[in-house]
């Protein structure tokens, strides 16, 4: 399915919720694996994320010959892996060699970065380790920015990259980390990383914004990296003492399910997350991280 | 065209593409150490090596090989000027589009002699104004906030067109000479600066000058030029004229440096450029340069009376230019947030020599040229200005390229440690205070390892009259190193609701707030 089909899509599915069908969206289309989750902890990075996309039917499952993927970690931050403020590079680099092995075209990694993104890109280790990989790095490019129509309950529209929206596939590769308003930032806050204009205003309605925008782009995979998180002061932390080795990464197609389960990494509720409840509430995954099915694997 | 011109014309167009280069790598590649020797240039130039001598009493290691230019130019005179300063190829490639007989007394020769005592006298008193004038030190600030600014804006607006063009192919050209624009010449972001414009006019007079007379500028304004000119009277190369001579004058008109070369006994060592154009030029190859030559020469005559009333008005500026308020103890510019690592304002101002490097590299685009806010001795120094950009917590660049040490060169452990001003909060315009709106981005955005702003959970009412929980802002004041990333990320974007003031900066020890 071409991205374009898919927003056309994305468009319609919400037009149905919004006029009261139930309808889990992430259904309607792709693959859908024996589970809704991999969970996999073990000491290598690049090995458990392997696994977890593994457990998930394999990078096939996700991505066909020929296409052009766009790899989406968090690099915010002008921050050193150990600090845990970016996406593990090992994890982004391991999600590019597999998209590459299943045949990709191309693979575009990106992020519209807080911090001086020539400094995040390099200290995050991320370009390196992507640029290892064979995947393509980029910097950000203002041009590049569209609006897209979302209908949202909050955003109507928001100029986001095209770049993204263009892509065969989306595969989201956030890192779990504590944050000030939304308490934790996941799968669904990381797309204020495509986002352009000022988007430090979504923070006014932060929990129906990240939902908005969420609908808008739907991953075909996420990857939710959890070998490093932060539990204070983030999102871009700055001291160990905050960083807790999990050396677990948790993987699905739903990126409201990740998220719920995200939650618990922090010994949170998944309903403690607004935009998760909200998500959920609109039909768009589950929160209930009890009847999901996860699959568990530790190397 | 003969062997000496073409070799001079040569070496030229290499210095100045090394100054270029060096130039275009002043810029952060994302790695901690910028990895050039990019105030090379600066670290040749024996007039900054002396006033900064003079002012601060001290000197950067790297000025030291300014001696190396003073040693050349015993042996061999002013040739740093016509084969070495990128300021002087450009005033020649700028002259040559007008070549005409002098039209002005070479009796003015003199002003730049003059220039340089004052600024020499002025130093001795502990007043940095050398900057100012350096041909080098002006030519990197010129580039750096005028001229590479506006090619990079002209070439991101034709860049644009192509890119919003109708048609496929081509937006694809677009992307191509983007691409290549990008690897060539482009800066990472188009840098903006207060008084762009205005230090781009200066520079474009000086160059506009040439058309008036070629080397205008190295003829009677340049104070390096002076003082080389001054060493180059004892220089060991010298010019002399055979008997073939015939005075037919040919070499004047060629002459850029005012040397006089077609009075034989009368030619100016102090003003030569050593071009070679006499020798290209002379009809009857009388010309010659060499090694113990016996022939007299011209005299440097600059005229005693002159030379004390330019050395009183050097010491007269210094007391007339601190008449200002902020020359009082414990008066303190709030905006004057200077760069981290800069020295206490009085010791920061005997050594900053405005080349604008700082403001070349600042990875933010955030430090720009101060007009008045430093006093007229602090014309053109740094200050940060966060509303157009913050001091990236582990960048350390400025430093890196400050010539004269101005700015100190830190590690990110001791940057960590050092507090540029100190951030507070406009409660009449922040989000949770004023608007009973949700809002975090300072405190998201503040990269201390303990955040320096923490929130307050409080419960308002909004304008509906609903209760929320909203939570407030507050700034430690022993943490917040004034770095000015709140300011610039703030959502209230016109004017800021929380913005950085220099007080609690660390290299001051009267600004200061906590006990």
Known sequence: MKRRDFLRLTALTSLSVAIGVDNRTNQAFGAAPAYDLAVVTGASPQKITSAAIDALGGMTTFVKRGDVVVVKPNIGWDRTPEYAANTNPEVVAAIVRLCLEAGAKKVKVFDRSVNDPRRCYVQSGIADAVKKAGGEVSYIDERKFRDVKINGSVLKSWPLYTELMEADKVINVPIAKHHGLSRLTLGMKNWMGVMGGSRASIHQKINESLVDISMAIKPTLVVLDAVRVLTANGPQGGNLKDVKKLDTIVAGVNQVAVDAYGATLFGMKSSDLGYVRIAAQNGFGPMDTARMKIRKISI | ???????????????????????????????????????????????????????????????????????????????????????????????????????????????????????????????????????????????????????????????????????????????????????????????????????????????????????????????????????????????????????????????????????????????????????????????????????????????RRRVVTAALSGAVAVPLIRTVPLAKQGFHNPALVRPPGSLDEREFLQRCVKCGECMKVCITGGLQPTLMEAGLEGIWSPVLVPKIGYCEYRCTLCGQVCPTGAIKRLTIQEKEQVSIGTAMIDKGRCLPYAHSTPCIVCEEVCPTGKKAIWLEEVTVRDADGNVITVKQPHIDLKTCIGCGICETKCPVIDRPAIYVTSIGETRSKTNKLLL
Not at chain 2, 88 to 108: A, D, E, Q, Y
Not at chain 2, 138 to 163: E, K, M, Q, W
Not at chain 2, 189 to 209: A, D, R, T
């Open chain 2, 1 to 303: 065209m003969n062997t000496p011109r073409r070799i001079r014309i040569a070496v030229q167009a290499a210095f100045l593409l090394l100054f270029v280069f060096l130039f275009l790598q002043t810029e952060s590649k994302g790695n901690d150490d910028l990895g050039y020797p990019v105030k090379l240039f600066l670290d040749f130039d024996p007039l900054i090596l002396i006033t900064t001598l003079l002012s601060a009493h001290a000197v950067a290691a790297g000025f030291l090989l300014s001696i190396i230019v003073i040693a050349v130019t015993f042996i061999f005179g002013r040739v740093f000027c016509g084969w070495i300063c990128p300021l002087g190829t450009l005033n020649n490639m700028v002259g040559s589009l007008r070549r005409s007989k002098p039209r002005i007394s070479p009796r003015w020769n003199t002003a730049k002699y003059l220039l340089l005592v004052f600024l020499i006298v002025s130093s001795l008193f502990g007043m940095q104004l050398a900057g100012v004038f350096d041909p080098l030190s002006l030519l990197i600030r010129s580039f750096s906030l005028a001229v590479y600014p506006a090619l990079s804006s002209a070439t991101n607006a034709g860049l644009d067109l192509l890119y919003g063009a109708p048609n496929q192919s081509v937006n694809a050209f677009g992307e191509a000479v983007a691409a290549a624009a990008k690897k060539l010449y482009l800066p990472f972001q188009q840098p903006f600066y207060e008084q762009g414009w205005f230090i781009g006019i200066l520079f474009l007079g000086v160059l506009g000058l040439n058309l008036v007379e070629q080397r205008f500028w190295c003829r009677y304004l340049c104070p390096l030029g002076a003082l080389l000119g001054i060493f180059s009277r004892w220089s060991f190369l010298k010019r002399s004229v055979s008997e073939g001579c015939n005075e037919c004058g040919a070499c004047t008109r060629v002459c850029v440096g005012n040397a006089t070369p077609h009075e034989k006994d009368n030619w100016k060592p102090t003003e030569c450029l050593y071009c070679r154009n006499c020798d290209d030029v002379c009809p009857k190859n009388a010309v010659s340069f060499g090694f113990g030559s016996k022939q007299p020469t011209g005299s440097l005559n600059i005229g």
